[in-house]
């Protein structure tokens, strides 16, 4: 059973929390945002008990985050739990300890010293390299107020604006993970890039959004996270003309034709207003 599915039984069970299990979706960091840290213990009980595998997944979700979700874990007790509970629920106790939260011996979970200090704010960002359309990936990485991060992925176009925009909430490590990942990930091709320079990108692709196409749903919520740069901020683009001066040298010209012969930039199709009257001469011929 999924997670999620199992969320969905503790709702059932748990009627005084299964207004706030439910919207989470399944998502163990929305669900911290929803639930105060006793009704997140009694849920994570209950699928110790119940459900040891799933709740064996949603304990070590948990276990990295440093606020509420260490909050809730050391809430729940080994007692009257199943072997599988209490071993999953060990697991997470060890992975506190791994991470410097110290648990008394006679009560496992009773936090008897504070909390490590919780890691310095995270922004990073990534841009892809143009796909054949024009447009490019973005990824930007910030702290999670309660914990975590939050994980933004844009498809960004020039002449389309904004295409997608999806929020994703995980732990560090797992956002870690990911954001390495990409870079391993066989045909699209990341690289780092400023956090203000991408958000002064997206600023301007969102500022220049044609009136034909709405701007994705979600975006307006988070647009001031996402464009948040300084009107003299320069984008990606901007550092890499000043790094390589204006006037490009001839090496460089021949490498980027190299590029293109090779196809490992490009090729890009023409603009949709320039195919549009051969498609509707086309269209008359074929009829």
């Not at 990295?64 to 007692?79: F, S, Y």
């Not at 209490?86 to 496992?108: M, T, W």
């Not at 841009?127 to 975590?148: E, F, K, M, N, Q």
């Not at 780092?192 to 709405?214: E, M, N, S, T």
Request: glycine fraction near 10%.
């Amino acid at each position: 059973m999924s997670l999620p599915e199992a969320l969905e039984r503790a709702a059932g069970a748990l009627p005084a929390a299964a207004d706030a299990i439910r919207p989470a979706n399944g998502d163990p960091t929305r669900l911290l945002e929803l639930l105060d840290s006793e009704a997140a213990a009694r849920v994570l009980r209950w699928l110790l008990t119940n459900e040891p595998a799933d709740g064996a997944e949603l304990a070590g979700a948990w276990a990295e985050d440093p606020g509420a979700g260490v909050t809730a874990l050391l809430r729940v007790t080994e007692e009257r739990l199943p072997k599988a509970g209490r071993k999953a629920l060990r697991r997470a106790y060890h992975r506190l300890r791994s991470r410097g939260v110290e648990l008394s011996e006679a009560e496992p979970a009773q936090l008897v010293a504070t909390l490590p200090p919780v890691e310095e704010g995270l922004d990073e960002a990534l841009l892809s390299r143009l796909d054949p359309r024009g447009a490019c990936a973005a990824y930007l990485v910030t702290s999670h107020p309660s914990g975590g991060v939050r994980l933004f992925e844009l498809m960004l176009d020039e002449g389309r604006g904004v295409l997608e925009c999806h929020v994703y909430n995980t732990g560090r490590s797992k956002a870690r993970r990911f954001l390495r990942d990409l870079g391993h990930r066989e045909g699209f091709s990341v690289v780092p890039a400023p956090p203000v320079a991408v958000r002064a990108l997206v600023r301007r692709i969102a500022g220049q959004q044609p009136p034909d196409r709405q701007l994705p749903r979600g975006f307006s919520e988070w647009h001031g996270q996402l464009a948040d740069a300084p009107e003299d901020a320069p984008t990606p683009g901007g550092l890499a003309r000043a790094e390589l001066g204006s006037e490009p040298a001839p090496a460089a010209l021949l490498r980027a034709a190299e590029l293109v012969r090779g196809a490992e930039a490009g090729p890009w199709p023409v603009a949709p207003e320039v195919l549009q009257p051969l498609a509707e001469r086309l269209g008359e011929v074929a009829r």
